[in-house]
């Protein structure tokens, strides 16, 4: 079982920044694939970024490429996702989740665990 708890969230102008973390608890966060999805009102949960078990692999959705950046240091069971130059389209609830594919994966059926979700709010 894993936990995950998303902070970092918040209200920011276009072309600020924002840091997303997700702490996660359980032994075996390491084994896991990591992804970021994200949810704005009235549409789908879409896929963000993912990262592999070691962190040695990342990809991410067109429209944040050059952009944003996931990472995670798994000797404090977190990963990160740094979003910069953030538009007002960005504007989602934020999700961290946790997969066995340990490559991640940016289907939503390949993860398991889920967080919360935090708001990211970008005004114009």
């Known amino acids: 079982q894993v936990q995950l708890v998303e902070s970092g969230g918040g209200l920011v102008q276009a072309g600020g920044s924002l840091r997303l973390s997700c702490a996660a608890s359980?032994?075996?966060?390491?084994?896991?694939?990591m992804g970021w999805f994200r949810q704005a009102p009235g549409k789908e949960r879409e896929f963000v970024a993912a990262?592999?078990?070691?962190?040695?692999?990342?990809y991410y959705t067109d429209s944040v490429k050059g952009r944003f950046t996931t990472s995670r240091d798994n000797a404090k069971n977190t990963v990160y996702l740094q979003m910069n130059t953030l538009k007002p389209e960005d504007t989602a609830v934020y999700y961290c989740?946790?997969?066995?594919?340990?490559?991640?994966?940016?289907?939503?059926?390949?993860?398991?665990?889920w967080g919360q979700g935090t708001q990211v709010t970008v005004s114009s």
């Open positions: 990262i592999s078990w070691t962190g040695g692999t990342t």
């Open positions: 989740a946790a997969s066995r594919a340990q490559r991640g994966s940016s289907l939503i059926s390949a993860y398991v665990y």
């Open positions: 359980g032994r075996t966060f390491s084994t896991y694939g």
